[in-house]
């Protein structure tokens, strides 16, 4: 009976040694997943950051920026395009749209 013991527990092992190799293959196939989607979230930034107009051009923004700047020229462009609006009457003398100011220097 103690050598049925000892067999059992060499296929316990034997068992556990098999389930590795699975669990690399699965923890593998999750990494690879991860930086697929890490890079198709970081191509998509880059598409945002080409979209909104920043000056200098070639300046990278980080994602936080990039946020923060797309949803302000989003703002902005609706104003722009509300009709009956004048944006430019909204405004005081020493506001200054970052937006506007951008495009006549890059013009």
Same mark, same amino acid.
């Given at each position: 009976?103690?050598?049925?013991?000892?067999?059992?527990?060499? !296929?316990? !092992?034997?068992?556990? +040694?098999?389930? /590795?190799?699975?669990?690399?293959?699965?923890?593998?196939?999750?990494?690879?997943?991860?930086?697929?989607? @890490? !890079?198709?979230?970081?191509? /998509?930034?880059?598409? +945002?950051?080409?979209?909104? &107009?920043? *000056?200098? &051009?070639?300046?990278?923004?980080?994602?936080?920026?990039? +946020?923060? +700047?797309? @949803?302000?020229?989003?703002?902005?462009?609706? !104003?722009?395009?509300? &009709?009956?609006? *004048?944006?430019?009457?909204?405004?005081?003398?020493?506001?200054? $749209?970052?937006? $506007?100011?951008?495009?006549?220097?890059?013009?």
């Amino acid at each position: 009976m103690e050598f049925d013991n000892g067999s059992n527990d060499f !296929q316990i !092992q034997s068992n556990q +040694l098999n389930e /590795a190799p699975s669990k690399k293959r699965i923890r593998s196939g999750a990494n690879a997943r991860e930086r697929d989607r @890490t !890079q198709s979230v970081n191509s /998509a930034f880059d598409v +945002l950051r080409g979209m909104i &107009p920043i *000056d200098p &051009p070639d300046r990278k923004l980080s994602k936080i920026e990039t +946020l923060q +700047l797309a @949803t302000k020229y989003i703002s902005h462009l609706s !104003q722009i395009l509300t &009709p009956g609006g *004048d944006s430019e009457q909204e405004h005081s003398f020493y506001d200054v $749209c970052i937006f $506007c100011l951008t495009n006549k220097i890059n013009s």
